[in-house]
């Protein structure tokens, strides 16, 4: 089966078509904005026009407005091509990229705006809790492992005394789809936000 994997969580945009579990082709670029403009030609640039019998996008958290962008060109090129799409957590895609050769336990601290970042605990290629969204204080105290990956790994590796943890700094890439087990793939295409809405409505 040919896959299409479309990653816009953060500022990196990518995209990455696969035969089966084999690498066909992949475009990474860390954008910061102007993911709306870039991500259909990056992914007509592909062979056969990126055109697969599946697609897996990226449902957050991370950048609200990439991860909307994400979902509807999914969501768009799945009726067109009449294909299945499915989505994934793009806090597991950090995660997993740490797993090799074996899963190893990892905290996953990734920019979630408004000074803070999202936090996740995985052990055993599984998720331990929920997202959160946190100031750096409080990320201290969710941080269980000493392993950090993420774009904020370096800033939180560093609130704690020296060589206690070990930072991994990356961005999510569609072209690593293949390190995440299926179990993480879902029908759900709702964006995993990760904090409230910033709006509070009005009281009557």
Same mark, same amino acid.
């Given at each position: 089966?040919?896959?299409?994997?479309?990653?816009?969580?953060?500022?990196?945009?990518?995209?990455?078509?696969y035969e089966?579990?084999?690498?066909?082709?992949?475009?990474?670029?860390?954008? %910061?904005?102007?993911?709306?403009?870039?991500?259909v030609?990056?992914?007509?640039?592909?062979?056969?026009?990126?055109?697969?019998?599946?697609i897996?996008?990226?449902?957050g958290?991370?950048?609200?407005?990439?991860?909307?962008?994400?979902?509807?060109?999914?969501?768009?090129?799945?009726?067109?091509?009449?294909?299945?799409?499915?989505?994934?957590?793009?806090?597991?895609?950090?995660?997993a990229?740490?797993?090799?050769?074996?899963?190893?336990?990892?905290?996953?601290?990734?920019? %979630?705006?408004?000074?803070?970042?999202f936090?996740?605990?995985?052990?055993q %290629?599984?998720?331990?809790?929920?997202?959160q969204s946190?100031?750096?204080?409080?990320?201290?105290?969710?941080?269980?492992?000493?392993?950090?990956?993420?774009?904020?790994?370096?800033?939180?590796?560093?609130?704690?005394?020296?060589?206690?943890?070990?930072?991994i700094?990356?961005?999510?890439?569609?072209?690593?789809?293949?390190?995440?087990?299926?179990?993480?793939?879902?029908?759900?295409?709702?964006?995993?936000? %990760?904090?409230g809405?910033?709006?509070?409505?009005?009281?009557?």
């Amino acid at each position: 089966m040919r896959t299409l994997a479309i990653e816009t969580a953060t500022e990196a945009c990518s995209v990455a078509l696969y035969e089966g579990e084999r690498l066909i082709a992949h475009d990474h670029r860390v954008l %910061g904005r102007g993911h709306a403009e870039r991500l259909v030609p990056m992914i007509a640039n592909l062979p056969d026009r990126g055109k697969a019998e599946r697609i897996l996008v990226s449902l957050g958290p991370g950048s609200f407005t990439g991860v909307r962008i994400g979902i509807a060109t999914a969501r768009a090129l799945g009726v067109a091509w009449d294909a299945k799409v499915l989505g994934y957590p793009t806090l597991a895609l950090v995660a997993a990229r740490c797993w090799q050769p074996a899963p190893q336990p990892v905290t996953v601290c990734m920019n %979630g705006g408004h000074g803070e970042w999202f936090v996740q605990n995985f052990d055993q %290629g599984k998720p331990e809790d929920e997202v959160q969204s946190l100031p750096p204080e409080a990320a201290v105290a969710a941080c269980r492992h000493p392993r950090i990956a993420g774009n904020r790994a370096d800033e939180l590796a560093g609130l704690f005394p020296d060589g206690e943890k070990v930072a991994i700094d990356m961005l999510p890439d569609a072209s690593k789809l293949y390190l995440l087990h299926e179990a993480n793939w879902t029908t759900q295409l709702a964006p995993i936000y %990760g904090r409230g809405p910033d709006a509070k409505p009005t009281q009557p």
